[in-house]
C-alpha cells in the first residue's frame, strides 16, 4: 500500500506542476504587456491586439494564427491598414 500512495504523490506533483493553471496568463493593454505594473510594448501583445483589431474589422483570424504565419499577419495588416503599429512594421512597405 505504501508504494500506492508514493505513486499516487508522485503522480499529483506532476499534475500540478504541468498544468495550465501554473502558468500565469500573459495580460495586454492593446500593444503592451502588463508586468509587475508597468507597460511593456511586446510581440506578443501586439499580435493579440492586431488580431483584435483585425476582428472587428470583420477578417476572422486568431492571435495565434497571426504568430505563426507571416502570411496571414500580412493580411491582416494589409487588410485593416494598420500601418502604424510596429506589428506590421516589416508587412507593409514606405
Same mark, same amino acid.
Given at each position: 500500500?505504501?508504494?500506492?500512495?508514493?505513486?499516487?504523490?508522485?503522480?499529483?506533483?506532476?499534475?500540478?506542476?504541468?498544468?495550465?493553471?501554473?502558468?500565469?496568463?500573459?495580460?495586454?493593454?492593446?500593444?503592451?504587456?502588463?508586468?509587475?505594473?508597468?507597460?511593456?510594448? =511586446?510581440?506578443?501583445?501586439?499580435?493579440?491586439?492586431?488580431?483584435?483589431?483585425?476582428?472587428?474589422?470583420?477578417?476572422?483570424?486568431?492571435?495565434?494564427?497571426?504568430?505563426?504565419?507571416?502570411?496571414?499577419?500580412?493580411?491582416?495588416?494589409?487588410?485593416?491598414?494598420?500601418?502604424? =503599429?510596429?506589428?506590421?512594421?516589416?508587412?507593409?512597405?514606405?
Amino acid at each position: 500500500m505504501p508504494r500506492f500512495i508514493e505513486l499516487a504523490s508522485a503522480m499529483s506533483l506532476v499534475a500540478t506542476l504541468v498544468s495550465p493553471q501554473a502558468h500565469a496568463a500573459i495580460r495586454c493593454d492593446g500593444n503592451y504587456q502588463i508586468i509587475d505594473g508597468k507597460e511593456l510594448s =511586446t510581440p506578443f501583445c501586439e499580435d493579440e491586439n492586431l488580431a483584435a483589431r483585425a476582428r472587428d474589422s470583420g477578417i476572422s483570424v486568431s492571435a495565434a494564427r497571426i504568430r505563426h504565419s507571416a502570411d496571414a499577419k500580412r493580411q491582416a495588416c494589409l487588410l485593416t491598414a494598420i500601418a502604424n =503599429t510596429s506589428a506590421c512594421a516589416d508587412y507593409l512597405g514606405d
